[in-house]
């Protein structure tokens, strides 16, 4: 589980449909990524940076 980009979501006031049509990708496929079944690429995590606001080294962390 990516438990720093859970938190990073939800303090930001969204939920995990508002962040896969932000990013341009199904619910689903945010769902692995936050749940750490899938990576994601460069670009996404960019794109969840600038959404989010924390550097996305902090954010891919898996716990």
């Known amino acids: 589980m990516r438990k720093n980009l859970k938190e990073a979501r939800q303090r930001a006031g969204?939920?995990?449909?508002?962040?896969?049509?932000?990013?341009?990708?199904?619910?689903r496929y945010y769902q692995f990524i936050e749940s750490g079944d899938r990576t994601g690429d460069?670009?996404?995590?960019?794109?969840?940076?600038?959404?989010?606001?924390?550097?996305?080294?902090?954010l891919r962390e898996n716990e």
């Open 42 to 58: 460069f670009t996404l995590w960019d794109s969840l940076e600038d959404l989010l606001g924390i550097h996305q080294r902090k």
């Open 14 to 27: 969204m939920t995990q449909k508002q962040v896969a049509e932000y990013l341009g990708i199904s619910e």
